[in-house]
């Protein structure tokens, strides 16, 4: 078959300008972060590769859209469109609005979870884990082994294995697992998706068993493209068709709207059921706003609707994809071990096979991230042993298999200049990897220490 290229479906309207930092201003920038990239000042970094949240770039009809913000207290215009924009292409009959995906997690997880519960999900995330663990449950890990693997090439690294299911039943009774929480485009594996086989044959096993299905949505059409791309019979279905598939399988949805739907800030809940709706708006009032705003501005809820539309449109999603792609591609290409196949959002360096002389307990993912912003002012952040946190119970270090850096790439916001200029940056920093020194906490926050944390070379 012919290759056709692609080009990014939109042209650029208004630019922000970026400067490049000397060598002896990032050293002190990132001497001063306590060698953790969340605290570096932004306008200290040449290209921000931090993360994909809310730091999208918003079309001109979004930006429109934000004129027509109704921001009445009470039963705003914008409410309404995002309900029935949620219903129309996620299938979820109720909405609840929150200020992002985490103010979602508090309230699903404060309803369905009693303190004792299992909560079994393809693989922890940071504030998902923390609100189970607050409202009184234990996180179990069901997904396959191969996705704590980098180098698997299974194409859906995202699926869940039903054997663990099953023995989590066997050990603890479906009773004490109020549902089964499923990520798409599984953000810690480094982004890999789950396959539509997967997730149906999901929905049967909880209904054998009478347990909810959580859908985190949070990176849905990403998930989708991978099913068109990789999965048998997919190839001739919209993301569009497959994304509405997907949601229609599962009960309920937390969604962070700062990924997927290209939105600065925002989130909702959304379920199908009556009476988890009527919990959730009187809990919401609580921690986030009326049910008809949640955490969010009119305005914010009408660019949200309207990036909903704009994230399930095929060209838009291969032109996502496919920058992450090549920038992973090029990492590849020059002999940079990464978690592999490439994910949807962010290309993952394998800390551990790029700095095999600092042990886990000092950190080399941390220390790479550090490194590679001294190197080039690309900022990238942690994905190991400093996200994965302390056990609940004993206070131990969880030490993940995968102790990654991410590259995260923010969608419509850099060319492929900005993946040729990273990519150099990383080659650099791994013709110095042996100079790397591993870190110690100088502070350590109590709670997604990884955020605030600070460290200093061991010396
Ligand atoms: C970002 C994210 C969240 C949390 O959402 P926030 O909007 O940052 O609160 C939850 N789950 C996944 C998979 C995420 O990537």
Redesign the pocket.
């Known amino acids: 078959m012919a290759h056709h290229s692609w080009a990014e479906p939109y042209k650029i309207k208004m630019v922000e300008l970026i400067k490049m930092t000397s060598r002896e201003e990032r050293e002190k920038a990132i001497r001063e972060a306590g060698y953790n990239t969340f605290l570096l000042r932004s306008e200290d970094v040449y290209i921000d590769l931090l993360t994909d949240?809310?730091v999208g770039a918003m079309s001109d009809q979004q930006w429109a859209g934000m004129m027509l913000g109704d921001e009445a207290y009470a039963g705003s215009r914008n409410f309404y469109h995002l309900r029935d924009t949620v219903e129309e292409y996620y299938s979820y009959r109720y909405t609840v609005p929150t200020h992002?995906?985490?103010?979602a997690?508090n309230i699903l997880s404060q309803i369905l979870i009693e303190p004792g519960d299992f909560v079994p999900g393809n693989m922890y995330?940071t504030?998902?884990r923390l609100h189970q663990e607050l409202a009184g449950a234990t996180f179990v890990d069901v997904i396959i082994d191969e996705a704590h693997d980098p180098v698997s090439e299974h194409p859906f690294k995202g699926n869940v294995d039903f054997a663990k299911l099953d023995a989590l039943v066997e050990r603890v009774g479906a009773g004490h697992i109020p549902y089964v929480c499923i990520?798409t485009c599984?953000?810690m594996a480094g982004g890999q998706p789950i396959s539509l086989e997967n997730l149906r044959r999901l929905r049967k096993w909880c209904d054998q068993h009478d347990i909810m299905l959580v859908h985190?949505m949070?990176?849905v059409a990403e998930n989708a493209y991978f099913i068109q791309q990789r999965e048998h019979g997919q190839q001739d279905r919209s993301i569009r068709e497959i994304v509405h598939e997907i949601c229609s399988l599962t009960d309920a949805a937390?969604m962070?709207s700062?990924?997927d739907a290209m939105v600065n800030i925002g989130?909702f809940l959304a379920m199908n059921d009556p009476g988890f709706y009527e919990k959730a708006c009187a809990l919401v009032v609580v921690y986030e706003g009326l049910h008809t705003y949640g955490g969010m501005a009119g305005r914010d809820m009408e660019a949200l609707a309207i990036g909903i539309t704009e994230s399930v449109q095929d060209d838009h999603i291969r032109a996502r994809v496919g920058q992450v792609e090549y920038l992973g591609q090029k990492l590849i290409a020059g002999g940079v071990p990464v978690v592999q196949p490439i994910g949807g959002h962010a290309v993952f360096l394998d800390a551990r096979r790029i700095l095999p002389h600092i042990p886990q307990e000092q950190f080399p993912a941390q220390a790479l991230a550090a490194a590679l912003y001294e190197e080039s002012g690309v900022r990238s952040m942690e994905r190991g042993v400093v996200s994965a946190g302390r056990d609940a119970a004993t206070g131990e270090n969880h030490m993940p298999k995968l102790e990654l850096v991410r590259l995260t790439i923010p969608r419509r916001v850099y060319t492929q200049a900005h993946m040729d200029v990273t990519a150099e940056a990383v080659f650099s920093v791994m013709e110095k990897a042996e100079a790397i020194q591993g870190l110690r906490f100088t502070y350590e926050p109590e709670m997604l220490r990884f955020f605030q944390a600070r460290f200093e070379p061991v010396a």
């Open positions: 949240s809310g992002q995906g985490r103010g997690e995330f504030t998902t990520a599984v953000n985190d949070t990176r937390t962070s700062k990924k989130g």
